[in-house]
Every structure is written in C-alpha cells, then in structure tokens.
C-alpha cells in the first residue's frame, strides 16, 4: 500500500516549495512539500472551511489534522488573544506547520504530532476545526468527531468541512448522532461546512 498524508513518517522524496494564499483577507506564505496534503496550493475544502468558520477573539480552538497549517494559523490571525492548538499525525506536516507559523509572525499557536485528538487528553477548547483525513477511512473520520465531542467546552462548537461525495451525508448522520442537532453553514463547489455546537440539557 502506497503512503499517503495520513502517515506519520512520510517517506516521499522532499519536494519544498512556497506558496501564497489570501485567506480571510490576508495574504499568508506557506512552505510546503512532498508527503503532506494538498501540498501545492491550499486545497479547496480547507479555503471554504476558513471563510465560514467563526472564532471569537480569546477563544481556545484546535485544528485537528493541521497539514502544514492553514486552517489553524488563519484561525489564530482572527483571534490574536487566543491560542490555537494544532494538531497533525503526520511528523513533515508538524514540522511545516510550526515553520509556517514563524513565517507569519503568528506566535499564538501550539503544534503538536498527535494520532487523532491523543496529545490534547484532559483539555477541553471553545472551537474544533477540521478537513477531516478522508483518505484514512470513516473509522478515523467518525473517532475524530468522537473525540472532539468530548474536548469541547459546553457551548462550543465543531466546524467540519466534507466533500457531498466522500461522505458528507454519513458524516452529518454521525455528528447529528453525537450533538442532536447540526447546522449546514453553507456549500459551496460540492463541500458542505458543518456546525455542532455541544448543548448540555
């Protein structure tokens, strides 16, 4: 079985490159390379998640499956007196992502290797964020928002972007099993944006 973004060691060939991308109005530079996901240019899901979510500034947030860091660092420009945990299986991305936010000028970040949400056990945030690994299975996807449901504060809120056509109806059925309820924030070139909030009755 061939390697994907999903592996903790990539074993691709480096192929480092830096690219630009406007994001919520601000022009972000990302060093990017062989092994991790969507490594030429922020994918398309990643961009509509980022132009819908919502962080209010001194908000605690997690970005699970971070890549090389577009999502997290976005989220920590939007909120400069919070702090933005971000996370990443993959050892390459880790690494990029911290690089990423050096080259920024972002310092309101946590970046940590981490198999779903394990590094962050006992901490709970305002806002999860996430373009879930699709590639390593349903299993992984569905633990992840598990997982996030547990480390949310009460009245937080789980923001999830999936493509209509790599399950987004299932992914919807899931969370909806998880919060009871779940907003489609909005759609766009296929992708549905995803809200849970955890409501404690």
């Known amino acids: 079985m061939s390697q994907h973004y999903y592996s903790q060691q990539p074993e691709a060939r480096h192929d480092r490159r830096v690219i630009s991308a406007v994001l919520r109005g601000t022009t972000f530079r990302f060093t990017s390379d062989a092994g991790v996901f969507s490594k030429g240019d922020v994918d398309y899901g990643s961009r509509a ?11 605690s947030v997690l970005d ?13 420009r939007l909120a400069p007196e919070g702090i933005v945990t971000m996370l990443d299986i993959n ?3 880790v690494e990029l992502a911290r690089e990423n936010a050096k080259l920024n000028g972002i310092s309101n970040v946590k970046i940590m290797e981490s198999d779903v949400l394990a590094a962050v056990a006992g901490q709970t945030f305002d806002v999860i964020l996430t373009n879930p690994p699709i590639r390593a299975g349903k299993s992984v996807v569905h633990r992840i928002f598990e997982e996030a449901y547990e480390h949310l504060n009460e009245t937080g809120a789980l923001w999830v972007v999936i493509q209509k056509k790599q399950g987004a109806p299932s992914a919807a059925a899931k969370l909806e099993s998880l919060f009871g309820e779940v907003q489609e924030i909005g759609k ?3 992708y549905r944006i995803l809200k849970a909030e955890k409501i404690i009755k």
């Open 188 to 190: 766009d070139k296929g």
């Open 49 to 59: 998640l980022i132009e819908a979510m919502e962080i209010p500034d001194g908000s």
């Open 64 to 76: 699970v499956g971070c890549g090389y860091g577009p999502i997290g660092l976005a989220a920590a």
């Open 91 to 93: 050892s390459r991305a």
